[in-house]
């Protein structure tokens, strides 16, 4: 049983409603990214299908994907691994906002684009209504009540049951204000705190928040990474600043060093995050079934433990910048 201090959500908000019709664990989002064998090296499909299902049966039934991911390889895993299971039974975020055009990224926050996207979506996952909808990222050559209005209509129209917003800085506030959106996707971890004020705004007004890459592609969980650490040309690491940046690595030397009491760093960190006030859920990205077996040992931290964690140098260290 996990203890933390968040309070709950909103008893208006759509996605908290919608969550508790389907009786739906709202603290963890298993993240499908890197599921797809795109951008973190090569991938076993097969292991890929049952990490999914496994992370079903730990009930962790959340999963966050989008067409984009891997170029529909992700989705495509996705869809087969949940395909026994009862479709009110597991909850799927799925995004709208980037596409391919080659190998190039564009961003898309056109009516046509996101509407395209939700169509075809309801015919991959052979659905009436999608579970919840969101415009990956803002795009900058688009005004971004066009995706609000057309996520809005798609709602009003029962092909969403819930749509929100990703990766909002302070200056889309005043534009999106007044929307009913719902849930909200930010990257969020003791590395990357920009995004909280953004956040504890988002919350204040009854907004779902939840924050990927909760270890920094394992930057904040692998000691080796803060040494050296040699990546493929296409693994998304090679382009991470973070991984790039010396002072940041000689931080992170330091708090490898410190005492977690016995604990995994990674547990360590998901407590910590579940602390925070500004952050509702944790959407993690694994590619290994050792990686999954850390987050269901976590789901089963006692009080005490969770007490004897808080204390260790580790997790106190944390909550300082880095």
């Known amino acids: 049983m996990l203890h933390h201090r968040n309070s709950p959500h909103s008893s208006t908000n759509n996605f908290s ?3 508790n019709q389907l009786g739906i664990d709202s603290r963890f989002v298993l993240g499908t990214w890197s599921l797809g064998g ?5 991938y076993d499909t097969r292991l890929a299908t049952d990490i999914i299902q496994k992370s079903y049966d730990y009930g962790i039934r959340q999963f966050d994907c989008a067409s984009f991911y891997a170029k529909g390889q992700s989705q495509a895993i996705l869809r087969q691994a949940l395909l026994s299971k009862k479709t009110d039974s597991y909850l799927i975020h799925l995004k709208a906002g980037l596409r391919w055009k080659g190998n190039a990224v564009l961003h898309d926050g056109s009516q046509d684009h996101i509407m395209d996207t939700v169509l075809a979506a309801l015919k991959f996952f052979k659905r009436d209504r999608l579970d919840v909808f969101l415009l ?3 795009d900058p050559n688009t005004d971004i009540r066009i995706a609000c209005d057309t996520l809005t209509a798609l709602r009003q129209d029962g092909k969403l049951a819930c749509w929100g917003l990703c990766n909002l800085s302070e200056n889309h506030l005043s534009l999106v204000q007044g929307y009913d959106y719902d849930v909200c996707h ?37 000691s080796d990474y803060s040494y050296s650490k040699v990546f493929g040309k296409r693994d998304v690491r090679k382009r991470n600043p973070y991984f790039l940046n010396q002072a940041i690595k000689r931080s992170l030397q330091e708090l490898f060093g410190l005492d977690t009491a016995g604990f995994s760093y990674s547990h360590c960190i998901l407590q910590w995050l579940l602390e925070q006030s500004c952050l509702h859920s944790i959407i993690f990205g694994v590619r290994y079934q050792e990686h999954l077996d850390e987050i269901n040992a976590f789901l089963k931290l006692s009080k005490s433990d969770i007490n004897l964690l808080q204390q260790s140098l580790f997790y106190q260290r944390l909550n300082l910048t880095f």
């Open 38 to 42: 795109s951008h973190f090296g090569s």
């Open 186 to 222: 930010f990257h969020y971890n003791p590395l990357h705190r920009e995004t909280e004020k953004v956040m504890k705004m988002m919350v204040s007004e009854g907004v779902v928040t939840m924050g990927y890459s909760p270890f920094e592609q394992g930057l904040l969980v692998n």
């Open 17 to 19: 409603l919608y969550l």
């Open 136 to 138: 990956h990222w803002p």
